[in-house]
């Protein structure tokens, strides 16, 4: 099949997006497929170039890095790398090649790739692409939309709320909610990048400066201290779950992205009631935001064993150091296999 690895952008998680989209695109071009990587952003030459045999040249359509930095990307320097209509988000070329394709991989990352505006667009051109639909990946982006889905679905989380930039009031209703410790963190980001734990006020106001640098909306909760995991989903079924153990700090961007700084355990060492309840909360979450194809679901377990999910991926890192692949392994599917199940589940979608 002729497939587009869609990657980069603009979202904070840019490097990220990029470094899953090359292991990706390597993987089915070794299962034979004609697979291309391509920058959403930066597109491919200029509006009206020959697009004659784009499937059959270099697999790198925009020439980027493949190297995730230990901070978030400079964006303005990206932007400043486009000329041609650089206030849309699509870049050169980029609709064509995607029409041209079988299927496109959406191997986007943060909040322009899985907020549902880049699937509302391709579900209206007709291009067929790997993930959840808008409407899944939209609800599961804003995570003050999905903590009230998850309350309302029966599903534990963290007491919190969302607040907009210039509103007044949120230290009070932190006491009044919770207390301190808190965390902070934009409603739409994602990689652990702008959040914050607030231990007093002087600290809540500085995470809160920081969270609105991102996003002019954020997301307040009570601080739940406990161990980390995820579960993966995909087709419809939950994968194994793995625990998360930083080495140091907690699992922020440089800690997810740069190797050597968090264990993995996966299995995870949990009692097979706990591993099961936590794969059932997973299962539930994922139908609960009407996710599609596949996803990962991040937990909580405090040191009473209680259970609390934090937010959904609707499309995960696909890194070597990526979550998703490493549950998958334990059940005998490699990375290519995991690709390809992705693939085919995305197009099943469409029959």
């Known amino acids: 099949m002729k497939i587009v690895v869609l990657a980069g952008g603009l979202s904070t998680e840019r490097d990220v997006s990029i470094n899953s989209a090359t292991k990706v695109c390597k993987a089915l071009r070794e299962n034979g497929h004609q697979a291309v990587i391509l920058d959403i952003f930066l597109g ?35 932007k400043a790398m486009r000329k041609e209509n650089p206030g849309c988000l699509f870049g050169p070329n980029v609709i064509d090649i995607c029409r041209m394709a079988d299927i496109v991989y959406m191997g986007l990352h943060g909040a322009e790739g899985e907020n549902g505006k880049v699937q509302a667009a391709f579900d209206v051109l007709g291009i067929r692409y790997t993930g959840s639909g808008y409407l899944g ?16 679905a029966g599903i534990p989380t963290p007491r919190g709320f969302s607040i907009r930039k210039g509103q007044s009031g949120s230290v009070e209703r932190v006491k009044a909610e919770f207390g301190f410790p808190c965390v902070v963190k934009p409603c739409c980001g994602g990689s652990s990048v702008g959040v914050s734990f607030a231990e007093n006020e002087q600290e809540y106001d500085k995470a809160l ?20 995991f995820s579960a993966g989903v995909v087709a419809g079924k939950a994968l194994p779950v793995i625990e998360i153990i930083p080495k140091s700090g907690f699992y922020d961007y440089k800690t997810k992205y740069q190797a050597g700084m968090a264990e993995d355990v996966c299995p995870a060492d949990l009692s097979d009631a706990l591993t099961g309840q936590m794969q059932e909360y997973a299962l539930e979450v994922y139908r609960a935001l009407k996710l599609e194809v596949y996803g990962r679901i991040d937990f909580l377990l405090d040191e009473n064993n209680k259970m609390y999910c934090l937010e959904a991926n609707t499309l995960p890192g696909m890194t070597p150091t990526s979550l998703l692949p490493q549950e998958a392994l334990v059940t005998g599917v490699d ?3 995991l690709c390809e199940t ?10």
Do not use: W
């Open 342 to 351: 992705i693939i085919q589940e995305a197009l099943k979608k469409y029959q």
């Open 209 to 228: 400066e920081l969270a609105f640098h991102y996003e002019d909306e954020v997301v307040v909760e009570e601080c739940i201290r406990g161990r980390e």
């Open 44 to 78: 491919y030459g200029r509006t009206g170039d020959a697009l004659d045999n784009i499937f059959e040249g270099d697999p790198k359509l925009t020439k980027m890095s493949d190297t995730i930095q230990s901070v978030d990307p400079d964006l303005e320097a990206v």
């Open 137 to 152: 990946s939209a609800m599961a982006m804003d995570k003050g939309v999905a903590k009230k889905i998850f309350q309302s």
């Open 335 to 337: 990375y290519g296999t």
